[in-house]
């Protein structure tokens, strides 16, 4: 069995940095490839970022590019989320993702296998 668990998350004011780390155990992460979700109250949960199982390939949604970093460390079976020059409109919960059968999609919650179970952040202006 897989399990993710998020950590990181917080309150911060607009402009500043949050790092999100997810760890996996189970199954074999090195063949992974991993996302980054969130869901901000009375919202779908949306794609933020994916990163592929050795981390040469990396996606975003619009509105974070160029603000936001994934990244893997494959020894550490964990995958993060640099945060950087938050925006009010980034505050939701944050989810990490496993894909476990990569077929070049990678965008939509049904990609993926297995959640971890959320963790928040809070950006004020």
């Known amino acids: 069995q897989v399990q993710l668990v998020e950590y990181g998350g917080g309150s911060v004011q607009a402009g500043e940095s949050l790092r999100l780390s997810c760890v996996v155990s189970g199954g074999t992460f090195s063949n992974y490839a991993m996302g980054w979700f969130r869901q901000a109250p009375g919202q779908e949960r949306e794609f933020v970022a994916a990163i592929s199982w050795l981390g040469g390939t990396t996606y975003y949604t619009d509105p974070v590019k160029g603000r936001f970093a994934i990244s893997r460390d494959n020894a550490k079976n964990t995958v993060y989320l640099q945060m950087n020059s938050l925006k009010p409109e980034d505050t939701a919960v944050y989810y990490c993702?496993?894909?476990?059968?990569?077929?070049?999609?990678?965008?939509?919650?049904?990609?993926?296998?297995?959640w971890g179970q959320g963790t928040q952040v809070t950006v004020s202006s």
């Open positions: 993702a496993v894909d476990m059968y990569y077929s070049g999609s990678y965008s939509y919650t049904h990609d993926y296998e297995y």
